[in-house]
């Protein structure tokens, strides 16, 4: 039976249009016809063969313990467990307290591999070696292959080039193994001293790694690949070059950006009649859509590759398959349809795929923008393929594939495969996958956000508490979003519970999601006790109000603060918010005054009354005259009092049309 991997050589191209009518019609992750023969065939019985003894992982009592204990959503993040003070309450703290610790390891690492001799006696039973120092300086100072060799060790790339140069000026004769260690270390960090790891990490570097700006050397590598720098000039001058060298200097070529170079010294390989290694094609694979700008071209640079690869019986791994799925990402739409083939190749050699191979499949299927309904369709399937199935990290890309999975859904508002995504990532230990604390907040926040906006609000509550805070912090977007689910399900009686949970997370710290707030309570009048409820929540927020210099009270904000006072009966409190009003530079409407003339009826208190008419004629309201009208026809007044309102109605009246206009 032929290698099933020649497919991709061979039979793409002569069978191509008959497998876009294929995929066209009905896409599948079925095996191909070489899988198929290999199940066909009828297994052989294996003996089992019972071991003596069993060895035990370390961390095994500890795995057993842990498995009898469920998360608790109500808990912080266990690095936060061990100082409650340090338990941060919204995203923005929780990036604080963990760049924080971060750097407080960078610091103790730094100090204690720099200063070893503080640092001698291990108390550690049994012991561990991650707590002792490390050796960063240099010990063997004469020119011998052991000093190279320590050189390299510490990473030293200036040092280790001297030692080398040294012993080639002594005759000394070094191993080819140092070589091959000494040209990975230059073509690594591309003949320059890499980057410290002690770095201290703030809120800023932080932000600027994520987006791509903090100033690195790592982020200047890949364009920096000079001529006849030290690992071409080591490699010019060896008397024997074996693959392993064209390896160390093809794959630093291709992660530094000299990838036309790379191919030539491919070629070079090639000449000198020697067979390239797996890690070669890898990377002359991922470099294929860099030397080629026709998208047919860069398809038919890899098919040629993969040619190579067979001719010189070089196996593929799974970084191969990969690369050719990152490659296809890259070279165009057409490409679709060697996609789907070339994961069935991975299957029929035998090569699992792993979460990144379904991450570039999805992410070359996937439309952004598109409103047609089958853009999910192959993650649906995707899902089917996978459901259940516990995965490990096998690819750096691997974290991408929840994130990617869950954008999809979230786009395309399809609330039942965002359901199977998540299950698939609580299966064993796949929420691992996830990658960082960032990637788990776009992740969950995604999620979130597709529960508000598709799922009832019961089950929106659930998850709100099974996420919120152990998984995911609360900001403001998405709090807005889940006031907007109480709204659409008409439960703004559930209001106060959020607002406590917005002091809790320091989320009130926002005028606009406040005045949301307020707004939403103010719409309709609900029992006295959730009335009671909404004038509490009312009094909390004036207070944060007067603890944030930064929070500015809003006419819409004061005018639904008031009201609600005024509904729940609160007339002191509520008369204290109406002198914000002057205070604030603000203007309140008059349906507002007339609401709150009603409740001095109602309390019978004429002498709030009469102030209330005084406060609209200080703000030259043209509703002056009219409140005072009502004031003397509903109240017992006395005479000074009908005088005074008499007085303050005919005096608003000429100034109405020029004062109407007073700032707000």
Not at 108 to 131: G, M, Q, R, S
Not at 612 to 625: E, G
Request: one cysteine or more; aromatic letters at 8%.
């Amino acid at each position: 039976m032929a290698a099933p991997y020649t497919h991709v050589g061979h039979s793409v191209q002569r069978n191509g249009r008959f497998l876009l009518r294929h995929l066209q019609a009905h896409r599948t992750f079925g095996w191909t016809s070489a899988v198929r023969q290999q199940a066909a065939e009828p297994k052989k019985e294996q003996e089992i063969i019972i071991p003596k003894k069993k060895t035990w992982s370390k961390v095994a009592v500890l795995e057993a313990l842990a498995s009898t204990v469920n998360r608790d959503p109500t808990a912080y993040p266990y690095q936060f467990q061990d100082d409650p003070y340090l338990s941060p309450r919204n995203n923005m703290e929780f990036k604080l307290f963990s760049l924080s610790q971060e750097s407080g390891r960078a610091a103790a690492k730094y100090f204690v591999n720099n200063h070893p001799k503080f640092f001698t006696k291990d108390f550690a039973e049994p012991h561990i070696p991650c707590l002792m120092p490390e050796t960063v300086t240099l010990c063997l100072e004469e020119v011998s292959e052991e000093a190279l060799k320590e050189r390299i060790q510490l990473r030293k790339v200036t040092a280790a080039v001297d030692m080398f140069d040294q012993l080639q000026q002594t005759g000394t004769a070094v191993s080819m193994k140092t070589i091959h260690n000494l040209l990975d270390l230059i073509c690594l960090y591309c003949d320059k001293e890499p980057f410290p790891e002690e770095e201290p990490q703030t809120e800023e570097t932080e932000q600027k790694r994520r987006t791509g700006q903090v100033h690195r050397a790592s982020n200047y590598l890949k364009l920096t690949w000079k001529e006849n720098n030290n690992a071409e000039r080591i490699f010019n001058t060896l008397p024997e070059r074996d693959t392993r060298c064209y390896s160390a200097l093809i794959r630093g070529m291709v992660k530094h950006g000299a990838h036309a170079k790379a191919f030539s010294l491919y070629t070079d390989l090639l000449n000198n009649r020697m067979t390239a290694d797996v890690h070669i094609f890898n990377a002359l694979i991922l470099a294929a859509p860099d030397v080629r700008e026709v998208h047919m071209e860069k398809w038919d640079l890899i098919t040629e590759l993969l040619k190579q690869m067979n001719e010189q019986k070089i196996r593929p791994n799974l970084q191969t398959f990969n690369n050719v799925l990152k490659a296809l990402r890259r070279s165009g739409l057409y490409v679709r349809t060697q996609a789907v083939q070339v994961l069935n190749e991975m299957k029929a050699v035998g090569i699992a795929p792993s979460l990144a191979s379904y991450e570039h499949i999805l992410a070359m299927f996937y439309k952004p923008g598109s409103s047609a309904q089958n853009n999910t369709v192959m993650l649906q399937e995707v899902i089917s393929e996978l459901q259940g199935t516990s995965f490990t990290c096998r690819d750096p890309h691997d974290s991408m594939f929840f994130l990617t999975a869950m954008r999809i859904c979230f786009d395309y508002k399809d609330l039942e495969l965002g359901y199977r995504v998540h299950s698939l990532l609580e299966v064993g230990e796949n929420w691992r996958l996830l990658g960082d604390n960032y990637h788990q907040g776009i992740y969950y926040g995604r999620f979130f956000h597709l529960l508000c906006t598709m799922e009832h609000l019961e089950e929106v509550l659930k998850w709100y508490r099974l996420l919120v805070p152990s998984r995911y912090y609360l900001n403001h977007q998405s709090l807005r979003t889940l006031l907007q689910a109480l709204d659409t399900e008409s439960r703004l009686d559930l209001l106060p519970t959020i607002w406590k949970d917005m002091k809790t997370m320091a989320l009130d710290n926002n005028s606009d999601l406040l005045d949301e707030l307020l707004r939403l309570m103010t719409r309709e009048e609900h029992s006295a006790e959730v009335q009671d409820s909404f004038a509490d929540c009312v009094l909390d927020i004036n207070k944060a109000f007067d603890s944030k210099p930064n929070l500015e009270w809003s006419t819409s904000g004061l005018t639904d603060a008031t009201t609600l006072l005024l509904r729940a009966s609160r007339t002191q409190k509520a008369w204290e918010m109406l002198q914000l009003f002057k205070s604030k530079n603000r203007v309140p409407c008059e349906v507002l005054l007339n609401s709150f003339l009603t409740a001095c009826h109602a309390e019978a208190n004429k002498q709030r009354a009469v102030e209330l008419v005084q406060l609209s004629a200080a703000f030259y309201l043209p509703s002056t005259a009219r409140l005072a009208q009502r004031v003397q026809a509903e109240f017992d007044l006395t005479e000074e009092q009908r005088d005074l309102l008499s007085e303050l109605g005919t005096s608003g009246e000429p100034e109405t049309d020029v004062r109407e206009s007073s700032p707000l």
